[in-house]
């Protein structure tokens, strides 16, 4: 019950577009969804968070959907570039501890 | 933009010896966290320290591994006596609140058990 189940488990997108990567989860209690950015030797950069009461959260580039319903949440990449090139971790917290999703590792090409 | 601080950012460290892996956290925040990787695997909760006692553990946590917050600024990791599987990028986190949000992550330090 305490999974973020995460996919794909790699991605591969050209420059220009969409990258999208979904989420889901179990545990109802769960109220708080951030997505983590993470380059090689670096710790998780906090990238954009939601919490239950929204369906949609838009920062710049990067959007979060969320469904309450079907306990997932998906990371959508507009205009997706180079230096997007990382790995993404999904996470899900309830009081203070993440429990992260599995990762995936994106690669835009140019 | 304040950082946490680890150090060092790479030891290694012969099977059986204890090592201290040292944070910083950002001089505001009250909450304060450890988080371990395996080499491309994701990232896992070890434990969190509030108001100078541990406010939660994972079952990886076990006694083997100590935190510990010395003075106003430094929060540590303790392994004991490490294993070759304690071998892991270890990521020092802290927050101003509880709940998730405003989570900042260290560089971490990479821990290899040889």
């Known amino acids: 019950q305490q999974q973020v189940k995460q996919s794909p488990q790699s991605l591969i997108v050209q420059k220009g577009g969409i990258s999208i990567i979904n989420c889901a989860y179990e545990?109802?209690?769960?109220?708080?969804f951030p997505w983590y950015q993470q380059f090689p030797g670096k710790g998780p950069a906090l990238l954009i968070a939601?919490?239950?009461?929204?369906s949609e959260k838009k920062e710049g580039r990067f959007t979060i959907s969320f469904n309450k319903s079907a306990k997932q949440f998906s990371l959508h990449i507009m205009d997706s570039q180079p230096g997007d090139s990382a790995t993404y971790f999904c996470?899900?917290?309830?009081?203070?501890?993440?429990?992260f999703g599995t990762g995936t590792r994106l690669q835009v090409f140019p | 933009e304040p950082e946490v601080t680890q150090t060092p950012s790479h030891q290694v460290t012969q099977m059986g010896q204890e090592v201290i892996l040292r944070c910083v956290p950002i001089?505001?925040?009250?909450?304060f966290y450890w988080y371990r990787q395996i080499l491309g695997q994701k990232v896992e909760f070890l434990v969190s320290?509030?108001?100078?006692?541990?406010?939660?553990k994972s079952e990886i946590f076990d006694d083997q591994f100590s935190v510990e917050r010395p003075d106003g600024s430094n929060f540590t990791l303790k392994i004991r006596s490490t294993k070759l599987e304690d071998s892991a990028m270890y990521f020092c986190?802290?927050?101003?609140?509880?709940?998730?949000?405003?989570?900042?992550f260290g560089s971490g330090t990479r821990l290899t058990v040889v």
């Open positions: 986190a802290s927050s101003a609140d509880r709940g998730g949000d405003g989570y900042t």
């Open positions: 545990n109802t209690a769960f109220d708080y």
């Open positions: 939601i919490r239950p009461d929204v």
């Open positions: 996470a899900a917290s309830k009081i203070d501890k993440l429990i």
């Open positions: 001089s505001n925040h009250l909450y």
């Open positions: 320290f509030y108001n100078n006692e541990i406010s939660e």
